[in-house]
Each structure stands twice: as structure tokens, then as C-alpha cells.
């Protein structure tokens, strides 16, 4: 819409525009067009870090509940960093298109099933297996979890801090820049980096680590055993990705649909340590992996699904 347009040209021009000098703008287009995936991670950590190491030096560390305003803003540094260079490769056209899959809704119904109900089922399921006693009815929790899981993880995904803010960078830029690698050694290091960006909230906030209320593997333990956790996150949220057509929105949903689940995860008690604990739930996020790998081949290959980013821009 023209709307559309007039906004991302003024976003464009804030940031290429004539008040940066022509020589600076035309070697920062350069080195953009050259090095836009070093110069998008460079841009992601150095925003969200001195935002949250910004709060903490301000004295709002205290807990998670006062550092709030500064965990928001700062899972908004992939996007803007996406955007940004975006804009300064490829203009308003290239800014246009990643913001225009943020909004790419129409993609096959069997992609929204499989981002709302595999994750919450297998996860829920396979605790109640592996012994993982729930503090409420048991059958109820999970009925209610998955049910209600199309509307919660909407509401999730837009209105707490993490999907709306990551999703258009971590899957809407960076994914596609990394197309030229191996798809599975694109997600290990896509996987190791967006792990890594979540250094500063582990060190700050110990609770935050923690996989059930009070219980936590300590840091040195969490460096290991996280980072699979989201190499297993990022293989899922990249296949969405394909099926749907690169849809940025749904990588969004089903970021929504992760958070929403992990956060059923305080009406459940462990009967392990912390580290065996952990190392099942990383069990069960593996065998999530199996079945989008399963899926990929024998569904979603099968019927190729047709790439909706154009049709549905």
C-alpha cells in the first residue's frame, strides 16, 4: 500500500538519507551489501548488550520484574538490526519485503497446525511420561495447554518480550543469508549464536536459567546444555520457515507457542536433579526435531508446498 511505502522511505531516509554525508553512505551501503551478516550480528549484540548491561549499571538487576522495560527493548535489537541493514543493502524495496513477511499469514493450514499443537503435545506428553509430576490435574493442564494453545501463543508471541523482536532477525535476515552453507551446519551456527546472545540475562538473572521454579544447573553447566536446547529450537523454526514460505509470521507464532509452554512448565515438579532434568527436556526437544525431520521429507517435501512470500506481499 502507498502508506507502506512512505513509511519504510522514511525509515530508509533516517538512515541512508542526505544527512549522512554521500562518501560515508556509499561506503556504509558497501560494506553492508559485502559483510551483511557480520555487520547484522555486530549490530544485534551490541544493541541488545548495552541495553541490558545498561540496566544493570542503572541498578534495575534486582529481579526480573524491575529489569523488564530493558528485556523488551532489548529483544528488539534483531529486528531493528535487520532492518537497518536491510535498508542500507538494499534500500526501502529489500525493507519493504522483510516487513512484509512479518504480516505473510496466508500459508498452508497444515504449517499452523504443526506450529500450534507438535511442540506443547510432545513436550507435555513426554513429561508425564518421564515421571514429571504436575502440581494441578495433570490431564486438565495439558488439555488446557494445547487447546487454548492457537490463542495463548498469539498472545504470547506479540505481547511479551522475545518473538516479535528476534523472529524478523534471527529467521527473517539471518536465516536467508545463510543459505549458502550446509542446512544443517547453518542451523548449529545460527543455534550457537542466538544461544550466546543470551549471556548477559543468564549471568544477570540465575532465576531465568532455571528450566521449573528453583531449579537450576548453575551457569557453567547451563553454557553446555542450553545451546542444545536452542540448536534443537532453531532446526524446528527453520523448517517452518521453508514450509511456510519464508513467513516470518509464523516463526513468530510458534516462538509463542515455545515461550507459552515453557511457562506452563511452573505448575510441574521434578523428581531429578537439575541436570537430569535438563538433559530430558533437551531429550524431548531432539525427538520434536525427529518429527519435523520426519514431516520435512515424507509431508511437507511431498506435496511442496508453493513459496508464499510474493503472492501473500
Known amino acids: 500500500m502507498a502508506s507502506d511505502r512512505v513509511i ?9 538519507g542526505s544527512s549522512i554525508p554521500p562518501k ?3 561506503m556504509l551501503i558497501q560494506f553492508a551489501r559485502q559483510q551483511a551478516l557480520s555487520l547484522y550480528f555486530a549490530i544485534t549484540f551490541l544493541l541488545s548488550w548495552t541495553i541490558w548491561f545498561s540496566g544493570a549499571a542503572l541498578g534495575y538487576a534486582a529481579s526480573l520484574e524491575h529489569f523488564a522495560t530493558f528485556l523488551f527493548l532489548g529483544s528488539f535489537a534483531p529486528a531493528l538490526a535487520a532492518l537497518l541493514v536491510s535498508a542500507w543493502r538494499g534500500g526501502a524495496q529489500e525493507a519493504q519485503t522483510l516487513l512484509k513477511r512479518i504480516v ?39 488439555g488446557t495447554l494445547i487447546i487454548a494453545m492457537p490463542i495463548n501463543g498469539f498472545l504470547t508471541a506479540f505481547l511479551s518480550p522475545g518473538p516479535l523482536g528476534e ?17 544443517w551446519q547453518a542451523n548449529i551456527v545460527l543455534g550457537l549464536i542466538w544461544a550466546f546472545w543470551h549471556l548477559p540475562i543468564a549471568i544477570l538473572f540465575p532465576e531465568w536459567r532455571e528450566l521449573m521454579p528453583n531449579v537450576d544447573v548453575g551457569l557453567p553447566l547451563w553454557l553446555v546444555l542450553y545451546p542444545i ?4 529450537l532453531t532446526i524446528m523454526l527453520a523448517k517452518l520457515w521453508k ?9 513468530i507464532l510458534f516462538h509463542g507457542v515455545i515461550n507459552t509452554t515453557f511457562h506452563n512448565f511452573d505448575k510441574v515438579s521434578t523428581p531429578y536433579s537439575a541436570t537430569v532434568s535438563f538433559i530430558l527436556l533437551d531429550v524431548l526437544l531432539w525427538l520434536i526435531v525427529l518429527i519435523f525431520l520426519i514431516l520435512d521429507k515424507f509431508v511437507f517435501e511431498a506435496k511442496r508446498l508453493p513459496n508464499n512470500n510474493q503472492k501473500n506481499a
Not at 115 to 130: A, E, H, N, Q
Not at 243 to 251: L, N, P, R
Request: with cysteine; aromatic share 16%.
Open 24 to 26: 560515508i553512505r556509499s
Open 167 to 183: 523472529e524478523p532477525g534471527w529467521r527473517g535476515f539471518a536465516t536467508p543469508q545463510m543459505q549458502h552453507l550446509p542446512e
Open 243 to 251: 514450509w511456510s514460505g519464508q513467513s516470518i509470521f509464523i516463526c
Open 8 to 16: 519504510i522511505l522514511l525509515f530508509v531516509k533516517s538512515f541512508i
Open 104 to 142: 505473510q499469514v496466508r500459508v498452508p493450514f497444515m504449517v499452523y497446525l504443526a506450529t500450534w499443537f507438535i511442540f506443547p503435545s510432545v513436550i507435555s506428553l513426554g513429561l508425564v511420561v518421564l515421571g514429571f509430576p504436575f502440581k494441578t490435574d495433570a490431564a486438565l493442564n495439558i
Open 229 to 232: 536446547s536452542i540448536i534443537a
